[in-house]
């Protein structure tokens, strides 16, 4: 057929999770194709941005993997499927013999399917193991917590579009849609801002966000350039003046408290908290004047309708938990949940991270965020799988990376990197190193591939059908055209072919397509259960969709919350020091986030050279007074060290970021953030805290 007769094929554009539609058109070769908007794509009617236009020019990249590689003496060579099959699968026969089933850990990947995720947890729980994790265990997990915990479902409550006619203020903290969800930012929060809503952006730093509201430039909106990691009290701060103020004016509807009385719990322990509270410590502590805390607080209590986004700024630390929380807590004061343009709403990062949590490749859930320790949801599910899962959570993906050569000896790792991903690389690269196996199925030669003793070749995103949830909960069909490389297989036909060679014909591994996995996935994951790919079509459906005809809700917990009692769960969170401040030896607190034209760690991104050709290389932004004292000029190159590492990079001398703080990215394997971030945890959502860290700045040194 030449390109003439070809149709251009809908699909989703494989970056970020607002998730636009985008047209492949494929030319006369396989590899031959190219971007073509899609004009009524539901979420971005054809807009577009940098990333999206560029997606194409990485699937026929000269870097991709062609052929399954097999390590022999420290060196890959090319083997053929079946060696490579087989030797996985004797590899994890043998290390559940020696070791047992929780000797392996399985990484699931926020940039394939919904249906590769679900085939991958249901092979890690086949398996014996509940070790499988995924990527939103660093950019989200704390946000997935509380929000689960508090209010039901851990995902957007709102939809773009409701927040687009109905919000008033845009309440944005530790995110930065203009730079990471360019769409959403341009399209829905850009029209609500031109019809008169206000933008209040709490961050360190100023960013994309900043200037595309020209927020420091009016007097409706508002930039609060807090220090990293004090976002408790500064939200302390908001909550406090809003309940003094409806002291004094109690008719006023500061707070909602029909509201409060009818659909939340813990209100009285959030004002006890906040009892003794001093306001004026706590802005100092910020960085930010009380009386603009007072005045953000009046713009968000007085609003019509308000809508909190948080982002990773919020998540990454190891009190992203009770951040989130309390961002529920101001939202639940003021009754600004369960209706249009209100809510809490994580803006989600990859263009299936919500999907990848949703089909439970998470390991203390299953489909559906059913906990794996609740026997009742278990045992639904393993009436249809036909086998028992275990009963207890299985590590994070941190922790399994923690474990590799103690407890861990094998890991399975489907479309991650977490050599780039996880924080203090240089230590994920040496435990690597003690693993006694690692398959990589992926696109790419990654940095982790590196390390692994089987590399399995991929296809990329446009050569592949399936499914992803965007961050506003809409599940979207993704359709392929003809593969580039007649070797590489999708991550659907390795998993069913693992799975079967190791659990036999009846083992539940033996799928036709992604359809029939989907099928299946309905079946134990009741917010999808009345979806269909049929009922999909182009336009898709938000989840909760429980029944066939359903069409799924744009704004969650109308009626009442999704807790046990229903009821939304207020608690006051005090203020948490990041794990490592500043000291005579690392005086400067790091803290990191992403660029627009880039992508996570860079795979993709790093590749295509529309995107590289905007930013080739990592910078770090330093403030002119820290610069001054320093003796730093702006373009020198400057070594930035940590406890953990050290990187060189060109310094950036700029206001954008706080003085007495330093700002980097991770996106670039030679000189990545993360080589120098701090992998602590969080307690409960095991979430790192890649936003600060104690750093030092040397001058003059090349790399
Ligand atoms: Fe892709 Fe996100 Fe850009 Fe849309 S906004 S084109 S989904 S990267």
Same mark, same amino acid.
């Given at each position: ?51 999206? #236009? $560029?997606?194409?020019?990485? =699937? &026929?990249?000269?870097?991709?993997? @062609?052929?399954?590689?097999? +390590?022999? %003496? ?121 019809? #008169? $809503?206000?933008?209040?952006? =709490? &961050?360190?730093?100023?960013?994309? @966000?900043?200037?595309?509201? +020209?927020? %420091? ?487």
């Amino acid at each position: 057929m030449s390109s003439e007769e070809k149709e251009p094929v809908k699909t989703i554009c494989p970056y970020c999770g607002v998730g636009c539609g985008i047209q492949v058109m494929p030319g006369d070769e396989p590899g031959d194709m190219r971007f073509m908007p899609w004009g009524d794509a539901p979420v971005n009617e054809g807009r577009i941005c940098i990333k999206g #236009g $560029a997606a194409t020019e990485v =699937v &026929d990249h000269e870097d991709r993997l @062609t052929d399954p590689l097999v +390590k022999e %003496d420290g060196e890959f060579r090319e083997a053929t499927w079946e060696e490579a099959y087989s030797r996985i699968v004797d590899e994890l026969e043998r290390i559940r013999e020696e070791h047992g089933p929780d000797a392996m850990g399985f990484f699931g990947s926020s940039k394939t399917m919904n249906e590769e995720n679900y085939l991958l947890q249901k092979l890690a729980r086949r398996y014996g193991t509940n070790n499988v994790d995924n990527c939103t265990r660093m950019c989200h997990a704390s946000t997935v917590w509380a929000l689960r915990t508090s209010l039901g479902a851990g995902a957007m409550t709102n939809s773009m579009e409701d927040l687009e006619e109905a919000a008033d203020v845009f309440w944005i903290q530790g995110a930065n849609p203009g730079e990471q969800h360019p769409i959403a930012n341009s399209q829905y929060f850009r029209q609500a801002v031109l019809e #008169g $809503a206000t933008v209040i952006q =709490v &961050d360190p730093h100023k960013n994309k @966000t900043t200037r595309s509201f +020209k927020i %420091d430039e009016t007097e409706r909106h508002m930039h609060l350039q807090l220090n990293p990691g004090t976002d408790i009290p500064l939200l302390n701060v908001i909550i406090k003046t809003i309940l003094e103020r409806h002291e004094e004016e109690p008719e006023a509807g500061w707070i909602d408290e029909q509201f409060i009385e009818e659909r939340t719990e813990g209100f009285e322990h959030l004002k006890e908290t906040l009892a003794d509270f001093d306001k004026e410590e706590a802005a100092e502590r910020c960085g930010v004047p009380l009386e603009d805390l007072e005045l953000a607080a009046e713009k968000y209590a007085m609003a019509n309708n308000s809508a909190i986004f948080t982002g990773m700024g919020m998540s990454q630390h190891t009190c992203g938990v009770d951040n989130v929380q309390n961002e529920i807590n101001l939202a639940l004061v003021t009754g600004n949940l369960g209706r249009p343009g209100t809510g809490v709403n994580p803006l989600r990062g990859q263009n299936n991270v919500q999907g990848t949590c949703d089909v439970g490749a998470m390991p203390n859930v299953l489909p559906g965020y059913q906990l794996v320790d609740d026997d009742e949801a278990r045992q639904s599910v393993e009436a249809v799988w036909g086998f028992d899962v275990p009963p207890e959570p299985g590590l994070t993906n941190v922790e399994i990376s923690h474990e590799a050569g103690e407890s861990v000896h094998g890991l399975y790792v489907m479309g991650e990197n977490p050599v780039m991903s996880e924080p203090d690389g240089n230590r994920v690269e040496e435990r690597l190193q003690e693993l006694e196996f690692m398959v990589v199925q992926d696109i790419f030669m990654t940095e982790t591939a590196k390390f692994a003793d089987v590399v399995l070749p991929a296809t990329t995103w446009a050569e592949r059908g399936g499914t992803v949830t965007n961050t506003d909960r809409r599940v979207q069909r993704m359709r392929g055209v003809q593969k580039v490389h007649e070797n590489t297989k999708h991550d659907f036909e390795i998993l069913c072919e693992v799975g079967t060679r190791l659990f036999g014909e009846d083992g539940g591994f033996t799928f036709e397509d992604p359809e029939e996995v989907f099928e299946e996935l309905r079946q134990v994951c009741p917010s999808y259960h009345g979806m269909t790919y049929e009922a999909l079509g182009e336009e898709g459906i938000h989840w909760p969709c429980y029944e066939p005809g359903d069409e799924g809700d744009q704004f969650l917990y109308e009626e009442s919350f999704d807790t046990a009692n229903g009821l939304g769960k207020i608690e006051g969170v005090v203020h948490q020091e990041p794990k490592e401040v500043p000291d005579e030896e690392y005086p400067l607190v790091l803290t990191t986030a992403r660029l627009e034209e880039h992508y996570n760690t860079g795979t993709m991104s790093r590749r295509s050279p529309t995107l590289n050709r905007q930013h080739p290389e990592n910078f770090v932004d330093v403030h002119p007074n820290d610069a001054e004292r320093y003796g730093i000029e702006d373009g020198d190159t400057v070594t930035v060290k940590s406890r953990r590492g050290e990187i060189t990079v060109e310094a950036h001398v700029t206001e954008d970021i706080v003085e007495g703080s330093i700002w980097t990215t991770p996106h670039f394997a030679a000189a990545s953030a993360n080589r120098l971030t701090n992998d602590v945890l969080d307690e409960r959502a095991k979430i790192p805290e890649y936003k600060a860290a104690a750093a030092e700045i040397e001058v003059g040194i090349e790399p």
